[in-house]
């Protein structure tokens, strides 16, 4: 069967980002002018994904409002030469099923997709944070796991080799290289570099297999009361339900300053490059 549904959690306050998430979603950031959150979904779209759910929370208006229809504006440039600029919004929207539901603590990512649980039942789904931006041809990250989860049918997190002294942002997996993926054994949060099992990090593409809601649902909280999803995933790698994937592309990490601008100054450039300026 195929994957018909990507969850997108984007509830955080994308606190790094202030004062300019003060009152704008960070999914809304633009890279030069698309935002980020479009990106994901033309992601999502090229695994053949179209049932986007969204998972928001509150002063996340913008991303609603932004894959909808803005009549007015339409009329206003009909007929004009920026007719175009919204032409593929307008097409995903036409191609696309938006669905939402709000978090209303943030409790963490694992907390987040299991309240997207409703908007994803019970089948396999994709996972993207709009924060990581990924570039990848002629695949697409998200449809090279794809290929993966219809090879092996269990989740699949993607992996970036990343220097020891930035372990500690990501979740990092153990496991062995077979094949060209990794079987994944077992992950830890935020390792300290000398505690790393490995210096591949999970990056912000899944896919999942819907038995991790029930797993989510019945894994402790760390402190503060966050629900990770890597200890929901550990559950399902120690059963052997977990394919890491070392992803060909590219990402840069939106979610803090110099990746946002390192994927403006790349998008920017190749945007020119292609108009031949
Ligand atoms: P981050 O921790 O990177 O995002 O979460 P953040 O909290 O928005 O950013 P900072 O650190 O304050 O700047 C990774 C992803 O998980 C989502 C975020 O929206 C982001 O896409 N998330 C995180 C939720 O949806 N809910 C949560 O409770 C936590």
């Known amino acids: 069967m195929s994957i018909r549904k990507c969850l997108f959690p984007a509830a955080g306050y994308g606190t790094r980002f202030l004062p300019a998430t003060k009152a704008m979603p960070k999914e809304m950031m633009p890279i030069v002018s698309k935002p980020l959150i479009q990106y994901g979904v033309e992601e999502a779209m090229t695994a053949g994904m179209r049932e986007i759910g969204i998972v928001t929370g509150r002063g996340k208006r913008a991303i609603e409002d932004h894959f909808d229809k803005s009549y007015e504006l339409e009329n206003q440039i009909a007929g004009t030469g920026k007719e175009n600029l919204l032409a593929e919004i307008t097409e995903i929207i036409a191609r696309c099923r938006f669905s939402y539901t709000r978090q209303v603590e943030m409790l963490g990512l694992g907390h ?27 695949d697409s990250v998200m449809q090279q796991m794809v290929k993966i989860y219809e090879k092996y049918q269990c989740s699949v997190v993607a992996v970036e080799e990343v220097s020891l002294s930035r372990v500690s942002r ?13 079987r994944v054994s077992s992950m830890v949060e935020k390792p300290r570099p000398e505690s790393a099992p490995s210096q591949l990090a999970i990056i912000g593409r899944y896919i999942l297999t819907p038995d991790i809601f029930e797993i989510l649902r019945k894994i402790s909280p760390v402190s503060g009361g966050e629900l990770h999803i890597t200890d929901a995933l550990n559950v399902q790698a120690r059963n052997g339900g977990v394919i890491g994937l070392k992803f060909s592309g590219s990402r840069f990490d939106c979610g803090g300053l110099d990746g946002f601008v390192a994927a403006t100054n790349y998008t920017y450039d190749t945007l020119k490059m292609k108009s031949g300026v």
């Open 170 to 182: 990501y979740g990092v997996i153990d496991g062995v290289e077979r094949d060209g993926v990794f």
């Open 112 to 138: 987040a997709i299991l309240v997207g649980e409703g908007l994803v039942g019970n089948e396999p789904f994709g996972v993207i944070l709009a924060d990581d931006y990924c570039v990848a041809s002629p």
